[in-house]
């Protein structure tokens, strides 16, 4: 019998009794494989490296202004939120109102690549889910560095890929969402940070068994597959829907997401300390 066939054959014994089973030999393969919420261990970081009343934090590319009220109410810290958008930053004006914490935190419009900040002005750098789209890798993080005290430190959470991750496959969604190729390689990363005078304190993923910064999955990790395939196979109706850029986008941000559910991404967590001059 040749190699094949008895793969063959030793796959069909275990799967037919295996899928026939009572249904709680199966279950635990839906049970979650454990992890956090990311809101939880990111922000456990800044406050494991000092940060708290009279300390000075930086949200770069604060967005909606949702990462920095969190941190403001659970670090009491003061608080500088930095993004290029103006609608961005009016809308985190009327969340930080809302939440009654104009006393501590300053909103200014600008990018990683220049902060509008003075030298070694703040503790902390908070740098979520926005650093794939930097071009400038070494110079976005020697503005981080700029800003940070001696000794200071800083969070990056951004996407690294894996050796799943084809680069055909890597190419195709990255250019549609505007993300840069060489932030996805952890080694690149690690490079840059040493570069500017970043040491790396922690780092981890938030896939990799054993992480401290394992994250549990959701139910929408699934609906990315099924919105995907959906409009795979109705690609004629839904682009005469949407039109043919949206049609592009969605899809590639559907197979992003993906990439993540399958293992050919993660997310890497670095904690970093500026080097003493």
């Not at 809101?39 to 940060?51: T, V, Y």
């Not at 390689?185 to 896939?207: D, H, P, W």
């Not at 990439?259 to 997310?267: A, H, R």
């Amino acid at each position: 019998m040749s190699d094949r066939k008895e793969r063959i054959e030793a796959f069909y014994r275990f799967l037919w009794p295996f899928l026939a089973a009572d249904k709680s030999e199966y279950a635990y393969l839906d049970e979650s494989p454990g992890g956090r919420p990311a809101s939880e261990f990111l922000g456990e970081i800044p406050a494991r490296r000092g940060i708290g009343a009279g300390s000075r934090l930086v949200d770069v590319g604060c967005g909606k202004g949702k990462q920095l009220v969190e941190l403001g109410k659970r670090l009491g810290c003061d608080l500088i939120g930095v993004d290029p958008l103006e609608q961005n930053l009016e809308l985190a004006a009327e969340r930080v109102r809302k939440e009654s914490l104009q006393q501590r935190v300053i909103l200014r419009k600008g990018s990683i690549e220049k902060l509008p900040l003075e030298d070694a002005s703040v503790d902390f750098v908070w740098c979520l889910d926005m650093f794939n789209h930097v071009e400038d890798i070494e110079g976005a993080l020697a503005e981080c560095a700029r800003v940070l005290k001696p000794g200071g430190s800083m969070m990056n959470c951004s996407a690294v890929g894996t050796d799943l991750l084809e680069p055909r496959e890597a190419r195709r969604v990255t250019d549609r969402l505007g993300i840069n190729l060489d932030t996805l390689s952890q080694e690149r990363m690690a490079a840059a940070f040493q570069a500017v005078g970043l040491r790396i304190v922690e780092y981890g993923t938030t896939t990799d068994e054993g992480s401290p910064f394992l994250e549990v999955f959701d139910d929408d990790m699934a609906r990315h597959a099924l919105r995907f395939g959906k409009m795979r196979r109705s690609r004629s109706r839904m682009t005469a829907r949407l039109g043919q850029e949206a049609f592009d986008i969605l899809s590639a941000y559907d197979e992003w997401n993906i990439f993540l559910l399958l293992g050919k991404t993660t997310y890497g967590v670095w904690v970093l300390e500026r080097v003493r001059s």
